[in-house]
DNA sequence: TTAGTCAATAAGTCTGACATAAATATGTGC
DNA sequence: GCACATATTTATGTCAGACTTATTGACTAA
């Protein structure tokens, strides 16, 4: 049995068309600039009615990736505007350099915000948060036979310590990040690389923010996720 | 004439009650788990198709503030799955302290993203990029008499150096704290503060840039977000 | 030229119907 | 009386077709 399981929702028709017309945009093939076709052709080409589209069409809007206008169309718009914290932009993204470039930037990021997350939670955690973390610990300590159970301990670790960071955008962060190295994984269709000292490193970030060791919390997440990063890369490489 | 003119798009009936019913959410009147009406008594209520608020409820679905399910309704999600980088939600958000929290990460998170972004800058900018930078700098000088239009050139050169950094997550930022300046400069209704050095402090973090010098870049955007730091904060506390 | 008018087009809105999923109630056999 | 299967209810999801409105580009008159 799984440790985790998706809530699974019915199939949506906009939500498949959103995907696909999603998709067809953020892998260039349609061009910012270039006017999708009419609502009704849109119709026509999926096969669905003109509600279906235009809730695809309200998401893709607000996603950034297109504009309506009266009269001219539904237009394209630059990858400046999209809205690249969306999960969903990633996972529609195919293979290739867009993609690569999306993923090292949101690694760099994560190098950024990590480490100082860490010593804001030695600064300001609160024994509950510590409380937290700790189980996370625990359960990465006791699901090591479980690769799903494990990896989804190490997300909850490093939420934790987020969360008592108390910077609200920084758990958006961590969102994206997930989403993406979950479709890392899927893509090179192989388990998440697990090194064996994984856990003393975890432990020797939980230490440092319950001894209320900023520098020493910031370096000992930097350390963690340079192995992170390198494991990354090398999924990437495949 | 004013340098910056928006478009002006018609109003939307669908954009309008999103903003409403958005801001409800965002501002607690419905709370997290709590089901909102269903489609039809929306429609009542805002006194519109029901085409109008399925569109509204899409986009809100799309932004993370409510999920929809069949025979259940649409519920209200908690904030941790708001898209918080999304600049509607924060505009939407009334003077309080989630509001006041979400501005202070924004403003965190700016500090250390502004001068890695300079630092990476330095060691990755190209002469077009550097060109792009210059020319916001100039435009800043030219430009002290219109306050508009200065404050746009001052945009311009954060974006200009985010841009050369090349990581493109950063970029998503500067779009948000330029919703979160421009929402404080409005709420508090008097014009954007402007140092008499700020200038300098600029051109210094141009200069360390230009020169390839990394440490200094960073040190020098730090420097100048010191500034803007603490004039955010006097107009929150107003 | 310039300004005003008009037709064409595509998004935006409205209406009413039916399909489908899921919680609740109802019934049936043991 | 209890467990399991079935029907009902209620909300979202989808469909169809009509009408409205904004915007452009072409046409026309001063």
Not at 123 to 152: F, G, Q, S
Not at 165 to 186: M, Y
């Amino acid at each position: 049995m799984t440790a985790t399981i998706t809530p699974l929702r019915r199939p949506r028709m906009h939500d498949e068309v959103s995907r696909r017309l999603g998709a067809m945009i953020v892998n260039g093939e349609v061009v910012p600039g270039e006017t999708l076709p009419n609502e009704i052709a849109l119709c026509d080409l999926f096969g669905v009615s003109r509600s279906v589209i235009r809730e695809c069409l309200r998401v893709l809007a607000t996603k950034g990736l297109v504009v309506a206008r009266a009269r001219i169309g539904t237009v394209v718009q630059t990858p400046d505007r999209w809205q690249m914290m969306d999960g969903d932009i990633l996972s529609w993204m195919e293979t290739g350099p867009a993609l690569e470039q999306l993923l090292t930037s949101l690694i760099e990021t994560r190098l950024l915000i990590e480490p100082e997350a860490a010593a804001m939670a030695a600064r300001r955690a609160r024994a509950a948060d510590l409380l937290v973390i700790e189980t996370a610990l625990d359960d990465m300590a006791a699901t090591e036979a479980d690769r799903d159970a494990h990896l989804e301990a190490d997300f909850a670790f490093h939420a934790a310590i987020i969360a008592a960071s108390g910077n609200v955008i920084f758990g958006q962060f961590l969102g994206v990040i997930r989403k993406a190295l979950i479709e890392s994984f899927k893509r090179s269709s192989r388990n998440p690389t697990q090194r064996r000292d994984a856990l003393p490193r975890h432990a020797a970030v939980f230490d440092a923010i319950r001894a209320k060791d900023e520098a020493g919390a910031h370096a000992a997440m930097a350390e963690l996720l340079g192995e992170a990063k390198s494991i990354l890369f090398a999924e990437m490489d495949t």
